[in-house]
Structures are given as structure tokens and as C-alpha cells.
Nanobody, 126 residues
Framework: VQLVESGGGSVQSGGSLRLSCAAS????????MGWFRQSPGKEREGVAV???????SYADSVKDRFTISRDNAKNTLYLQMNSLKPEDTAIYYC?????????????????????WGQGTQVTVSS
């Protein structure tokens, strides 16, 4: 399984960015996939995940600002980020667990994820 992110960059507070993650190597195009982020000195945290049944989980800090979506035909995962804040600054990673479905309470747990992209930097200035 390979995951390749794109779309990071620098933006001012209140701006928007859209991240993309191209996935390959899956036999199931509805495999659970998600976005995580890590900023210096902090642990990697779950941002948004879409499960194989279509259910979605968001971190409280991004609810109503970020939207996760996927195009199964293109094997691509997206993260639309609006109303960005300086505290959203981090390296954003696309990830997938070793199994296609995760229980709801594990969706944002980075330890459950086996496959990771290389990450893309998002910087929000005030």
C-alpha cells in the first residue's frame, strides 16, 4: 500500500487549503482512511477519518471547519480545510489501518494505523 499526499502550503489565518492523498495497492477501494497531523513537540493526532462503511469521525478541534471526502473511482482521499488557524500548523499525514474497518472508538487512534504517507506541511500564519 502506498499513500502520497499533496496540497500543503502556507496560508494566512482564515484561509483554506485542500489536501489530497492518492492511494494504491488496495484490493478494497472503501478501506478506512484518514488524516492525522503532528506539530513540533506534540504527539500525532487524528484529524478526520472515513471508515469503510462511510461513517466519519472528526477531532473536536476541526469540526465545522474541515471536511473529509473520498473519490473511490480515483482511490483518492481529500481534506478540505477552511477557516484555518495558526494552531492548525503541522505536518499532515494520510494513513490507513491494516484492516479495512475500525470500530468507531478507534478511528482517531494513530496506533491503529499501519500505512502512512510521507506527510505534507501546512503552515498558517496569523
Amino acid at each position: 500500500v502506498q499513500l502520497v499526499e499533496s496540497g500543503g502550503g502556507s496560508v494566512q489565518s482564515g484561509g483554506s487549503l485542500r489536501l489530497s492523498c492518492a492511494a494504491s495497492g488496495y484490493t478494497d477501494d472503501r478501506h478506512c482512511m484518514g488524516w492525522f497531523r503532528q506539530s513540533p513537540g506534540k504527539e500525532r493526532e487524528g484529524v478526520a477519518v472515513v471508515n469503510s462503511d462511510g461513517s466519519i469521525s472528526y477531532a473536536d478541534s476541526v469540526k465545522d471547519r474541515f471536511t473529509i471526502s473520498r473519490d473511490n473511482a480515483k482511490n483518492t482521499l481529500y481534506l478540505q480545510m477552511n477557516s484555518l488557524k495558526p494552531e492548525d500548523t503541522a505536518i499532515y499525514y494520510c494513513a490507513a489501518p491494516g484492516r479495512p474497518y475500525l470500530p468507531q472508538w478507534l478511528l482517531l487512534d494513530a496506533d491503529e494505523y499501519k500505512y502512512w504517507g510521507q506527510g505534507t506541511q501546512v503552515t498558517v500564519s496569523s
